[in-house]
């Protein structure tokens, strides 16, 4: 079996007192959609944004052979990492354009640029000169994916992003994903919405109070299994 | 109605034997209640003991320790970084030369031009909470300087060059000396009662949670402008004091020494070094301070350069001063915390 | 003096201390900074300039082609170095560290260099004017400065506002993780900004040292009026900072027109009353909840 894009090993972050993260070690391989469910508060943003580079942590991250542990968020971009954050956190200064074009400061060669991500959402390009506050959440997702996308990344790291979206808004965007999926980037997202990441993913992990509970595919698990590691059951608790 | 009973009678069972216990001081500050009172009293007997020039030099730490434990409070318990505290002490001793010049004897003058600062500092507290941080800091020094120019103007009041402090011509030097240690020694004993009482009351629990995070007090209700209020007032009485005390040690008001922004640069070494937003790190700081600035007095600038240079370390590197350094335990000498004692360990 | 020279000594005034003010609005903006040493770095230049200028009667205008480079340099080093580590630790920590180094600043030039005042001499345009009309003298010296501080400021609003790396400063100030992430160089970005605000207060402080004398213990009010020129003219505006920068100026000079003591007061008393009256400032960029 070759080797995982992604291939992180007993990651463990501490914030003060307090165990984000506990030992957690998953593998994304290129070509696939891989979910971390959770709770509120489970671990899984601070996941994401380890592997980011905005978290020091224990254990160790290989990315497409090499080991970037150690690398600044920053140079992460430039080895094909690329983060959508929860939130969306655009620049509020810059106008729409400017904050695709922000993404290309460290990017990789690569077919994404400014003019495809117009092709991709076809109504950024009337608005390119408006100020990003003026945007509706949803479009603001948009311009922060195309953000990403501009630095040609292996792997997107998706942060939450339906949340505090219309349902209608939210399917919008996943409907984007296979389109990135057949164009070589591999995806790695967040999400609380169970079911909406179960749909989407090729594998997944779930993660309560900052370890791993349930790990696999979607097939392999009922509703109740996922159930039971999102929140935590035993056995016992659930009858 | 049977039911009822055997509810109440199985929640009657299962509650605690004993809740638990909240309590207010901590071993080491009831430990430390004997000797503080054992230094109070020979702090007291002092002027018996020892020379004129000493008693003297201990007025000017208790000045400084004065304005550092009310800066302390200002901007290690509300968060307001005052660079312009210099503005009341400058008021405090111009009131004061004002009530001489006057007919009030000084020492009487002295409780009513702090209480005359508190005054000021109430109208002047809505102008400068317009502004945050940073910004705040700058407004509070261009108060102070517009204060210091505006009594500039008044040459009844000695105008740029100053002038002496009438009514105290009749003492005995070495009396007069001795009084005004004493007065110095009540205000900062009554400084720090003072900050101890407000930091235990609901006030200071209000100042705690505005300092951990303001948004959150705002939330939980906090009146979080009157919290601050009153501290400024508060540290505008004790600056006020100590311009007064200015006034009467040194018999002579100088604008550039009472309005000099100087005053705000040792009262943040002093709060720096010994450690910010606690009771005991003013002390300490004042303490530092003072030796420092003895054994390098005949250096000139340079014990200001290596307060600097210290404070600025202190600030990057241990930012809870020295007595954070010794804080490492919990220590306490002054118990304003909180402490549960009895509570079950575990999730509710 | 004549009316006409005190409202171009009032505009020069307000152009200087928006030069002054641009570098503490990017040191803010950018990284968070309140940097009450400001003024004192701006004395510094001036001193550096009388340092190294050959000798007294040397034209301080040369020292426009070194001190600021020098001061880009040593802003970008401090920011790598001292700068960014407070700014890990809070707000609260660089006010105070910056506070303690302005006070480390005054006292060692005051070693280095005695509590007396100097000036930077310009030769004869301190005394060249022309005369557009018989009775209205306009000083080159002083049109000059209020000409270079504009031209100054718009060249950093277009660099700001049409770089690649302007537009990252710009991204730094909006979000410092979300720029990481994006791929900015944070530490080299804030560093570049800091160098840029560094060399525009070597810029304000050679300007100042030219027209008037200054002093080790002079930074203090150039930094006062730095401040007021951005809180009168709004926070986050550079634009509104020249207008607040000329406000104040023209209150100094139109006040000290009518009595010759009272300048600064005047100029201190309209910002106090802005304040009280209008607290966001006269342009801001944003309004405070």
Redesign the interface.
């Known amino acids: 079996m070759s080797e995982p894009l992604l291939d992180a090993q007993d990651l463990t972050v501490r914030h003060g007192q307090l165990v984000a993260l506990h030992e957690v070690s998953l593998q994304v391989s290129a070509g696939e959609v891989f979910a971390v469910v959770g709770a509120n508060g489970a671990g899984k943003s601070t996941l994401l944004r380890t592997l980011?580079?905005?978290h020091p942590t224990h254990g160790r991250i290989r990315f497409a052979g090499e080991d970037i542990t150690r690398e600044?968020?920053?140079a992460r971009?430039?080895h094909g990492i690329?983060?959508v954050?929860e939130g969306r956190?655009?620049?509020?200064?810059?106008t729409l354009e400017?904050n695709i074009?922000?993404?290309?400061?460290?990017?990789r060669a690569g077919s994404w640029d400014v003019a495809a991500c117009y092709d991709l959402f076809g109504w950024m390009h009337a608005r390119r000169h408006e100020r990003v506050s003026h945007l509706s959440g949803g479009e603001q997702q948009q311009v922060a994916i195309a953000?990403?996308l501009v630095?040609n990344p292996r792997l997107l790291l998706l942060d939450e992003v339906s949340l505090g979206l219309a349902p209608v808004i939210v399917q919008q965007i996943y409907r984007v994903l296979p389109t990135l999926l057949e164009q070589g980037i591999s995806m790695l997202l967040v999400e609380q919405d169970v079911s909406q990441a179960l749909r989407v993913a090729n594998r997944f992990q779930c993660l309560l109070e900052g370890r791993t509970t349930l790990q696999g595919t979607p097939e392999q698990y009922t509703v109740h299994d996922v159930e039971a590691a999102y929140f935590g059951f035993t056995a016992e608790d659930a009858s | 109605m049977a039911e009822q009973v055997e509810l109440d009678k199985r929640a009657a069972a299962t509650a605690p034997a004993r809740g638990p216990r909240i309590l207010r001081s901590t071993r080491a500050s009831r430990w430390a209640i004997g000797p503080g009172v054992v230094a109070l009293a020979v702090l007291g007997y002092l002027p018996y003991l020892v020379d004129p020039n000493s008693t003297t030099t201990l007025v000017n730490f208790f000045i400084l320790l004065v304005l550092g434990m009310t800066w302390n409070l200002l901007a290690g318990y509300a968060g307001l970084v005052s660079v312009g505290q210099q503005a009341y002490i400058g008021i405090g001793a111009y009131a004061t030369l004002w009530f001489a010049q006057h007919g009030v004897e000084p020492f009487v003058a002295l409780p009513i031009a702090a209480v005359f600062c508190a005054v000021v500092a109430f109208p002047l507290s809505w102008l400068v909470f317009r502004l945050r941080g940073g910004y705040f800091a700058i407004g509070t020094w261009v108060v102070a300087e517009v204060l210091a120019l505006l009594t500039i103007r008044d040459s009844s009041l000695g105008g740029g060059t100053g002038t002496n402090v009438p009514g105290l011509d009749g003492f005995d030097p070495v009396v007069l000396g001795a009084i005004t240690y004493w007065a110095a020694l009540a205000v900062a004993v009554l400084t720090l009662a003072g900050c101890y009482i407000v930091l235990r009351s609901r006030v200071g629990l209000a100042l705690t949670a505005v300092r951990d995070d303001e948004t959150a007090a705002r939330a939980v209700g906090v009146l979080v402008p009157r919290a601050k209020r009153i501290v400024y007032l508060v540290a505008a009485l004790g600056a006020g004091a100590a311009g007064a005390l200015l006034a009467i040690s040194q018999l002579n008001v100088q604008p550039n020494n009472v309005y000099g922004v100087q005053w705000s640069a040792y009262m943040i070494f002093v709060v720096l070094i010994g450690g910010i937003g606690t009771l005991e790190g003013p002390i300490i700081g004042t303490i530092v301070f003072f030796v420092l600035q003895q054994t390098l007095s005949d250096q000139g600038a340079w014990y200001l350069i290596i307060l600097g240079s210290v404070a600025v370390v202190m600030a990057v590197w241990a930012r809870r001063g020295l007595w954070g350094l010794l804080d490492r335990w919990g220590l306490r000498l002054f118990p304003v915390g909180y402490r549960v004692l009895g509570a079950r360990s575990g999730r509710l | 003096m004549n009316w006409i020279n005190a409202i171009i000594q009032g505009l020069m005034l307000g152009g200087l201390f928006a030069l002054f003010a641009c570098g503490l609005s990017l040191l803010f903006g950018v990284l968070g900074i309140i940097n009450l040493a400001h003024g004192d770095l701006a004395v510094l230049g001036a001193y550096v300039a009388v340092a190294l200028l050959p000798s007294v009667h040397s034209n301080a205008l040369w020292a426009l082609l070194f001190v600021p480079p020098m001061f880009a340099i040593f802003g970008y080093g401090a920011q790598r170095t001292l700068l960014q580590r407070s700014m890990q630790s809070g707000p609260l920590t660089t006010l105070l560290v910056t506070f303690g180094l302005s006070v480390v600043l005054q006292n060692a030039l005051q070693e280095g260099f005695s509590a007396d005042s100097h000036s930077l001499s310009v030769g004869s345009l301190v005394t060249k004017a022309f005369h557009p009309a018989s009775s209205i003298s306009i000083s080159y010296l002083r049109l000059g400065i209020l000409v270079a501080a504009v031209i100054i400021l718009v060249t950093v609003q277009l660099f700001l506002a049409g770089t690649s790396t302007g537009r990252q400063i710009r991204a730094l100030s909006d979000d410092v993780e979300a720029a990481s992430i994006v791929g900015i160089n944070t530490r080299h970005v804030a560093g570049v900004a800091a160098a840029i605000a560094f060399a525009t207060v070597a810029v304000a402080g050679l300007a100042d040292g030219m027209y008037a004398q200054f002093a080790p213990t002079s930074g203090s009010q150039l930094l006062l009026f730095g401040f007021e020129a951005v809180i009168i003219g709004g926070l986050g505006s550079l634009w509104g900072t020249l207008l607040g920068g000329c406000v104040l100026g023209l209150a100094q000079t139109i006040g000290a027109q009518a009595d010759p003591t009272i300048g600064v007061l005047v100029a201190h008393l309209v910002f106090l009353a802005i304040l009280a009256v209008r607290p966001s400032g006269l342009m801001p960029a944003t309004v405070e909840a």
């Open positions: 980011a580079g905005l600044s968020a920053h971009v430039r690329a983060m954050p956190r655009l620049f509020r200064s810059l400017e074009r922000i993404g290309q400061v460290n990017a953000r990403a630095a």
